[in-house]
C-alpha cells in the first residue's frame, strides 16, 4: 500500500479545492495504483481504494466515470461499492462496460438492472459471457426485439423451457429471430417444432434459404413431419374403410390425410387414384406424367398437393418401386430442391394439354 496515504491526502485537497482536471488526474492514479498490484491487496486494502473511489465518483466528470467503468470491467477482484455504483448509472456509456464484462455483478444486481433500467442496459446485460437461465428469463420477459436477438443469439446465454417458448413465440413472425433461434444446439426437439408449426411462411423460407445443408436437411425434414401430423389429426376416415370407389369421394382434406396409408398397405391402384383426384388431373394423365418422368413425375405431384415427406417415402416406394437407401437420400433431395412454384407450374401445363411429351416434360424442369 506504499503511496496510499499520500495520494488519500492528496485527495483530500482535490476534493475540497480542486479542479475538474485534477479530479480526475488522482483518480486515474488511484486506479492505475490498484490495478497495478490488485491481486497483493487484502480485503481492508481494497476496501481503501473502494473508499477514495467512491468519493472521486461522486465528483469527477463523465468522461473519467466512463474511463475508470473501462478500467475496472474485467477485474476479478475489485472495489465493490464503486463497481455497483458505477453499473447503475443510467448513463451506458459510464455502465456498460461493467454490465457485459464485471464478473463482480450478481445475478441479482443484474435481473433488479434488467426489471428497472433501459433498454440499452438490457442489451449489455445479454452481451455477458454467460448468462444463467433466471437472467436471461428477465431479458426475454423485459427486452425489446433487439435484446432478445442479441441474447439468443448469445451461445453462452442458458434458457429455461419458459424462456425458449417466449423466444419461439416472437421468432413466428420475426426471420431475423428465427435465424439466431435454429442456429442454437441446445433448444428442445419439441420447441424446434413449435416454430416451424407457428411460423409465417415467409420466416419458413428464409430459414430454408439461408440454413446450411444440414440445418436445411432438419427444418425440411421437420416441416414434413408437421404436414403428416396435422393431416392425420384432421382426419376422421378408419383407415381399413378405403375402396377405388370411396377414394375417388373422399374430400380431399381426408383423402390427403390417408393418402400415406394407402400406399403403405401397398393400394398402388388406390394411390394413384388418390393423387389424380387431389391434384385435379385425370388418372391415364397421370399415369402419362410419371411415365414421362419416372421419380421426378411423382415428386412433382406430390409437391403440387403439399405431401410431407413421409408420405411421400411411401408412395414412391409403393407406386414408383424406390425403396434403396441412395435412391430414398437423392429423391429426398430432389424433393426438398422441389419447389411448390416449379411442381405447380408443371400441373397446370399438363392440365393445359392433351399429352405431355418427356422433352416437353424435361423444359418444363
Known sequence: MVGVPSLIDELERTLSSGSSVQRADILRRVTDLFLVNVESYT?????????????????IERSALIRLSKQLAPATTGPV????RLAENDDIEISGPLIERSKILSDDFLIELAKTKSQAHLAAIAGRETLTEKVTDVLVEHGDDDVTLRVTGNHGARFSRPGFMKVA??????????EQFVARSDIPPDVFQHLLRKA??????????NADIDMRVRITR????????????????????YSPGIVMSAEPGRLKAKIGE???????TETIEALAALSKLPVPTVKNLMRQGATDGLLILC????????DVKRVLATVGGIETEPEIKKAFERYVGLTSETANRVVRFVKSCKAISKADFQRML
Not at 169 to 178: C, F, M, P, V
Open 43 to 59: 480485503e481492508d486494502h481494497v476496501a481503501v481504494f473502494d473508499d477514495v473511489m467512491c468519493h472521486l465518483i461522486e465528483k
Open 81 to 84: 461499492r464503486a463497481i455497483h
Open 169 to 178: 413465440e416472437k421468432a413466428q413472425s420475426d426471420g431475423r429471430l428465427a
Open 200 to 209: 409465417t411462411e415467409v420466416v419458413k423460407n428464409r430459414l430454408l434459404k
Open 222 to 241: 421437420t416441416l414434413a413431419d408437421i404436414a403428416t401430423e396435422v393431416a392425420r389429426e384432421r382426419a376422421q376416415i378408419d383407415k381399413d374403410s
Open 262 to 268: 394407402l400406399a403403405q398397405a401397398g393400394k398402388r
Open 303 to 310: 409437391k403440387s398437393i403439399a405431401l410431407g415427406w413421409p
